[in-house]
């Protein structure tokens, strides 16, 4: 085992405990138990925001898989990543005040409940738990397997214990400090997501002799490397472009950062959020892939992507710093999984038990409930996440794309059209989803773009052709 | 109308406003540049012009936009209902 490296992820291990206990205090005396636990009575300012936004968006991928594969691709992927910059300004910009204002009218205190308020229909809301539940414990499971491989791979522990340690560790601090532990955990790793970029950006360039060298190194290798359009001319623009849906503008249907535009204290946190996540998002997204890139004259010839950043960082950071750089990825999974397991458990206990199954629920019932819910949960994701079943994986696959398409029309338009209705949201929700996974399966990157297109535009045109067709008989909703 | 919904609406256009500049941004340089022959780019801190221009000074431009807007074009709304204009 290798102590220097272990040393600063213990002591970053350490730090998170201490925020998560620290916020139990809030939770234990609040005299909204929900409300604290699963949104943090709504007192996130500026920079907690944020940060509890780029972290929760930022996962293994922007650290692991990325890099990994703008190590084979070169610049034209670096590119492609720079769509990420938009949900640095755009998500919290288009949600806005409106959905601030709305979701405080509603009393709102998950995406779910708005979406109950506002189309006014059980179908919606089980429809929405339903692709909650289902597609963010599959991502759960796949971030928690990223974080154990790391572990397993940085400690030379078995699998099996590297998993325990790094779900455990995550489990305790969001049972015990809910949403509020969640979001100031997730300013802490944000914080250590941009300083491990920030470092091993430098060391990196200083290691390839400077970026003139390294670029010059990389057109020697293969002058596309460092072309628009990847090592093998296979990147066209249409196909780069099209991820601006994807990873950009539809961010704003994904319900973990969805349910973040609710948290929120006032007009400035919002203001100074969206300053900071932009430089920030932008920061880490074009560091983190230039790296990748960059490594391949460093340390030419790796054939496993995923282990281009761990190696990279042992290869040009003495032992020390490179524990301290490591905990990013660490930190990106840990503030992905942590703001995932809040957001089932929330979909559990606050809309379907608390709505359909015990309305009448006492405080002390729903804070068991709440406890003993996350626990499971967490509990169920470490059994997948030893032996994965294929469903797991699979699912996991559409679980970005597949939430947005079902997410993003009824979120944006119940905020913003007055004539959307329920059967409008049912209908886009049901064939958002459904073409998204048929089209993957049998017609993926229809017209040269990725596939997440398709099923974004046929979501918007049920939306709306379904909600017109069906106004009689539906009044325009009220509170516009 | 709630007066506050008017000012969220003109906030979420400027996101859409900004996307749209970002994203012209970023393609008009990315591939006007870059689809030259590599023989023939030419280079900026070392940097491919392309990716300087569409990547580093497209971010930097587009953090500054967002500063701006948010200073300039953004207003302050209370989000509590007693405390602002009840419709």
């Known amino acids: ?480 | 109308m709630d007066k506050r919904f008017k000012i969220a609406h003109r906030e979420a256009w400027i996101g859409v406003i900004l996307v749209v500049i970002n994203f012209i941004w970023w393609y008009g340089f990315g591939y006007g540049l870059g689809s030259a022959k590599v023989e023939q780019y030419s280079y900026i801190f070392g940097l491919p012009a392309w990716f300087f221009y569409s990547c580093i000074l497209g971010s930097i431009i587009m953090i500054v936009l967002v500063i701006l807007a948010v200073k300039f074009l953004f207003k302050d709304v209370p989000f509590e209902d007693e405390e602002g204009d009840v419709k």
Not at chain 1, 76 to 97: D, E, H, I, P, R
């Open chain 1, 1 to 480: 085992m290798n102590w220097a490296v272990i040393t600063p992820l213990l002591i970053f291990l350490f730090i998170i405990f201490a925020v998560g206990f620290w916020s139990n205090k809030f939770v234990l005396k609040s005299n909204s138990f929900l409300e604290e636990y699963f949104l943090g009575e709504r007192q996130m300012g500026g920079f907690i925001l944020a940060m509890t936004m780029v972290a929760t968006y930022g996962s293994a991928s922007s650290f692991i898989g990325g890099p990994g594969v703008a190590y084979t691709k070169g610049l034209g992927w670096v590119l492609l990543a720079m769509a990420q910059l938009a949900t640095g300004y755009f998500v919290l910009m288009v949600l806005g005040k409106k959905f601030a204002i709305v979701a405080r009218q509603y009393k709102a205190i998950t995406l779910i409940d708005f979406l109950k308020e506002r189309y006014k229909s059980k179908a919606v809301v089980l429809i929405s738990a339903a692709s909650i539940i289902i597609f963010l414990f599959s991502s759960m499971t796949a971030q928690w397997i990223g974080g154990a491989r790391l572990v397993e791979s940085l400690t030379g522990l078995p699998y099996t214990y590297a998993l325990l340690i790094f779900v455990g560790s995550v489990l305790i601090f969001v049972i015990v400090g809910g949403f509020r532990a969640v979001a100031l955990t997730d300013a802490v790793q944000g914080v250590v997501m941009f300083m491990g970029t920030l470092i091993l950006l430098v060391a990196t360039i200083k290691a390839g002799g400077g970026i003139p060298k390294i670029i010059s190194d990389l057109a020697a290798e293969n002058p596309n490397l460092i072309s628009p359009f990847g090592a093998d001319r296979e990147l066209t623009p249409a196909y780069v472009s099209s991820f601006w849906i994807l990873v950009g503008v539809g961010v704003v249907g994904l319900p973990q950062i969805t349910v973040r535009a609710m948290s929120y204290k006032n007009s400035k946190a919002m203001h100074s959020a969206i300053i900071i996540g932009t430089i920030v998002v932008g920061f880490i997204m074009l560091g983190m892939h230039l790296i990748g890139v960059f490594a391949r004259p460093v340390i030419p010839g790796v054939k496993i992507g995923d282990t281009v950043m761990p190696m990279l960082t042992m290869k040009v950071l003495p032992p020390f710093v490179a524990g301290i750089v490591l905990a990013a990825p660490m930190a990106a999974i840990m503030s992905t999984v942590d703001a995932l397991l809040i957001l089932v458990s929330s979909a559990i206990v606050k809309d379907i038990y608390l709505n359909y199954i015990k309305p009448h629920a006492s405080e002390g019932q729903i804070k068991k409930m709440s406890f003993s819910v996350t626990a499971i949960i967490g509990i169920l994701v470490i059994f997948f996440a030893l032996t994965p079943p294929d469903l797991i994986v699979w699912l996991n696959l559409f679980s970005f794309g597949g939430l947005e398409s079902v997410f993003i029309w009824p979120v944006i338009l119940g905020l913003y059209w007055r004539k959307g209705n329920k059967y409008g949201a049912i209908t886009s929700m049901v064939l958002g989803m459904g073409s998204y996974i048929l089209l993957d399966r049998l017609y993926p990157n229809a017209f040269g773009l990725h596939t997440v297109v398709v099923p974004v535009v046929l979501s918007l045109i049920s939306f709306v052709v379904v909600s017109f067709a069906t106004q009689q008989g539906t009044k325009a909703h009220s509170s516009f």
